[in-house]
């Protein structure tokens, strides 16, 4: 019997893909639900909560279906740790920029329902070290799986979804007082810990990486950064870059085959 042709590599539109992460990082610093890095939820609704996706594509595909946003407008939907999962090709390219694209494109169709939680993964990518698994570099595997299928659109794309990733808020809280975030302190660091970060503007250096863990959800340390303390007062929300134009991102999914 002929044997079957290799499967083909997937091909992107780098421009609808640009297009939508600009997009979602400008209604995340726009949400009006944003105060400062934080999002204050409604008094009334209901509130879904996805732990450490990593690039789990069936979990991501049933959270989303089960709910059903566009049937329930005052249901809220918060995710957090998109990136770094077990996707990998034969020259250890790992794929997740595809994970946090979707979820890009979640946010534009439903920019009051869709929230995320800066987490230490994110925080990793930015600098694009910090994470080893299994002996490998997630954020350096992530960044060449952006090479391999932006080529030379990859260092635009980089910049626009480190852009993204700074967008995100870095809690939730309800107004019973239910908080949420990620990665919080050590019983050590928290006399020293600035609680002023939910309440301001962020700057590069609240940005840096600290050499104390920090313990995340699953109770593993990362290297999280403890922020030092600020006077600055508040004001308007902001990323540490401009605000992009408004753009409408497509529904449509941009891989096609070749």
């Known amino acids: 019997m002929p044997q079957s042709p290799p499967p083909q590599p997937k091909q992107y539109d780098a421009d609808h893909v640009l297009e939508t992460f600009q997009a979602a990082t400008e209604e995340n610093q726009l949400d009006p639900l944003r105060d400062q890095q934080v999002i204050v939820l409604p008094g009334e609704g ?14 991501f595909r049933k959270i989303t279906t089960a709910a059903d946003l566009g049937n329930n407008p005052q249901r809220h939907l918060i ?5 770094h999962g077990d996707h990998y090709d034969a020259k250890g390219r790992e794929g997740s920029w595809e994970m946090l694209y979707r979820a890009a494109e979640l946010k534009c169709d439903f920019p009051n329902q869709v929230h995320f939680l800066f987490a230490n993964h994110d925080l990793a990518q930015i600098h694009g070290e910090g994470i080893m698994k299994a002996g490998l570099s997630v954020c350096e595997a992530f960044t060449a799986g952006v090479k391999r299928d932006f080529a030379d659109r990859a ?15 870095l809690a939730a809280r309800t107004p019973s007082g239910i908080f949420f975030c990620h990665s919080m302190p050590t019983d050590e660091q928290m006399d020293a810990f600035d609680y002023t970060i939910f309440e301001r503007p962020l700057t590069g250096e609240d940005y840096q990486r ?28 902001r990323s540490s870059s401009p605000a992009t134009s408004r753009r409408k991102a497509a529904t449509s999914s941009t891989a096609t085959a070749t």
């Open 79 to 83: 995710l957090q740790e998109l990136i």
């Open 210 to 237: 600290r050499r104390a863990p920090c313990t995340n959800s699953s109770g593993a340390g990362t290297s999280r950064r403890t922020p030092r303390r600020s006077s600055s007062k508040r004001s308007t929300p």
């Open 155 to 169: 260092s635009a794309m980089n910049v626009t979804i480190t852009e993204f990733l700074l967008s995100i808020p």
């Open 46 to 59: 209901e509130l879904w909560i996805a732990g450490d996706i990593h690039d789990h594509r069936t979990n």
